[in-house]
């Protein structure tokens, strides 16, 4: 996909959810920590506000801090029942139950996760340009396993004994067949597969037809923990005026 197809995307046709639950165990409190002097949640919903197709950005939270924090830069706040704020809620009845609170009617919802404070600048317009361009029912990121691929890795027993977990004679990296896993940077769905739900099939709500796009890697950091944390952090210091990421501070690409 070139530049050309996200500058011609037509404007403000779709929802961003932004999702903040307030119960990480990993990182308490990690969606309102600081990065870069932004609480990350923060850097969530200007990604979203920055993307030329949303038009409206919800935050769906149990958190009456991470709401604050959502609020200040723009963001709608929906209040998650605790129902859906436990660690077994899904993250697609999560973003349902918002696009119902908040009575919204756009076909097309754009769902972030308010623990990643860095994507590239561009992302969310690549995606749903992917998705009206192909008329997916779904467009996820990407990026490249790197050096951690499937080939490589193994099951090691009780008695250390270790196995492969996929036969394959592959020593040399570069002859690694290539392998993408999601990076969280964002998730596209046309409003008809959110809504379908099949409990035998948790991922049914990304549809039949799921299309991707790829970031490098290390594009999107996912923070989980104090490590990632302090990845994002030196990220941003090192990306500040960089135009191939977002910038929530100021509200549009930096």
């Known amino acids: 996909m070139n530049d050309d197809g996200i500058q011609n995307i037509q404007e403000r046709i779709a929802t961003a959810v932004v999702l903040g639950r307030a119960g990480s165990k990993g990182l308490p409190g990690k969606h309102v920590r600081l990065v870069a002097g932004v609480p990350m949640i923060a850097r969530s919903v200007g990604h979203a506000l920055a993307a030329r197709s949303v038009g409206r950005v919800l935050c769906s939270t149990d ?3 991470i709401a604050s924090a959502a609020a200040a830069v723009g ?10 704020a436990d660690d077994l809620a899904t993250v697609d009845s999560a973003v349902r139950q918002a696009i119902e609170a908040a009575k919204d009617t756009s076909d097309i ?3 972030l996760y308010g623990n990643i404070p860095v994507r590239p600048a ?11 361009e192909t008329d997916a029912d779904s467009v996820q990121s990407y990026a490249p396993v790197g050096k951690h691929h499937p080939f490589w890795t193994c099951r090691v027993d009780d008695d250390g ?3 492969a977990w996929e036969d394959n004679d592959v020593y040399r990296r570069q002859d690694l067949p290539a392998a993408y896993i999601p990076d969280g940077g964002v998730i596209v769905v046309r409003r008809s597969s959110l809504f379908q739900v099949d409990p ?3 991922h049914a709500f990304l549809g039949v037809d799921r299309r991707g796009v790829i970031n490098a890697r290390g594009a999107v950091i996912d923070v989980d ?4 944390l302090l990845v994002a952090e030196a990220l941003l210091q090192r990306l500040q005026g960089d135009r191939r990421f977002a910038d929530v501070r100021s509200g549009v690409h930096a």
């Not at 963001?75 to 859906?84: H, M, T």
């Not at 923990?225 to 990632?228: G, Q, V, Y």
Request: cysteine-free; glycine content about 8%.
């Open 200 to 202: 035998a099939r948790p």
């Open 109 to 111: 919802v754009v769902i």
């Open 122 to 132: 561009g992302l969310i317009d690549r995606a749903v340009t992917r998705l009206i």
């Open 161 to 163: 004994q270790v196995g």
């Open 225 to 228: 923990d104090e490590i990632d």
């Open 63 to 65: 958190g009456e801090a």
């Open 75 to 84: 963001a709608e706040i929906v209040d998650r029942p605790d129902s859906l």
